[in-house]
């Protein structure tokens, strides 16, 4: 996408503009595998769509429910532009995102009133993104210690404060305490199964064969706390085979290897003057890259 909400994306400028997380973050190790955000996005939209009112914010008031992958497709960018974009460019998306949310407002089926900018929902929506790429990537690409994880949540509060969440996560202890406040809310609806498949039927990424769209959406919905899948009534018939769970393992250590230049995070490492296939170069690499563009930078700001 070139544009959102009106402005131009570009991760490329303007040149040496920081991001509000950097090239040695976790979240730029997880957001650049595109496994882990097929999971994670499905994953989170569940988690989501189990609460009434977000549910009904999003069918009665997005194009969810005609374009359900162009929507979705949108809601990524964003996430891209919150993670890798010049924080001037994230600050303008984020309030423009924030102002469309001013006007989502409505009842639910049953007769409850919401609002897109109500705190508890702001809050729920940005954890469950949180969990779901962070869960996503630990699964099915690569683990990622206790240390590394607490890293990605203290790395997101800038951006989740920004869209006006209050209390954003910081352990994977604050989700399942969040996730126990709202769970009696949660129920079953014919609207995620329908989102399931759709996701499951090839719409959702043009080219991937349709077999891996299943397998990565029987892989988000593994992720998913047993107590929600239970809630949501998500049967076997959504269980991850051991051969799925192989294959959506290989497509995320492919992913991890494959560089991917012209991509948000090969974008944003150029913007700030490292190499576009930074991010997938081993650990030790990336330090000896950033450690040589920090003395480079000294030496030019000492002259």
Not at 27 to 41: D, E, H, M, Q, T
Not at 108 to 127: F, K, M
Not at 290 to 297: D, N, S
Request: contains cysteine; neutral net charge.
């Amino acid at each position: 996408m070139k544009t959102y909400l009106g402005w131009k994306i570009d991760f490329l400028n303007p040149e040496g503009e920081p991001a509000f997380a950097g090239p040695d973050s976790v979240s730029w190790r997880v957001f650049k595998n595109p496994i882990a955000l097929g999971i994670g996005g499905i994953a989170a939209v569940l988690l989501e769509f189990a609460d009434a009112r977000i549910r009904s914010g999003v069918w009665d008031h997005s194009v969810f429910k005609t374009d359900p992958v162009g929507r979705s497709q949108r809601t990524g960018v964003a996430a891209m532009v919150g993670v890798y974009g010049p924080q001037g460019a994230a600050r303008r998306v984020i309030q423009g995102v924030t102002n469309m949310h001013a006007r989502v407002k409505g009842e639910t089926p049953s007769g409850e009133p919401y609002s897109a900018l109500d705190v508890d929902l702001l809050d729920w929506v940005s954890a469950t993104a949180s969990y779901g790429f962070l869960t996503a990537y630990d699964r099915f690409v690569a683990p990622v210690s206790e240390a590394d994880k607490t890293r990605f949540f203290t790395e997101g509060e800038a951006v989740a404060r920004l869209y006006g969440v209050q209390h954003p996560l910081t352990s994977e202890a604050d989700f399942h305490a969040m996730l126990c406040g709202l769970l009696p809310r949660f129920e079953p609806h014919p609207i995620n199964t329908e989102f399931l498949d759709i996701m499951k039927s090839g719409r959702a990424a043009k080219g991937v064969p349709k077999g891996l769209q299943s397998a990565v959406v029987h892989a988000a919905v593994s992720i998913l706390p047993v107590a929600v899948r239970e809630r949501l009534e998500l049967g076997s018939e959504y269980d991850l085979t051991p051969r799925g769970a192989r294959v959506v393992r290989l497509m995320g250590a492919v992913a991890e290897r494959i560089p991917v230049p012209q991509s948000p995070a090969g974008q944003a490492c150029a913007r700030l003057g490292l190499p576009a296939t930074f991010l997938w170069k081993s650990p030790e690499k990336q330090a000896s890259m950033l450690r040589k563009t920090q003395e480079g930078l000294a030496a030019s700001l000492a002259h």
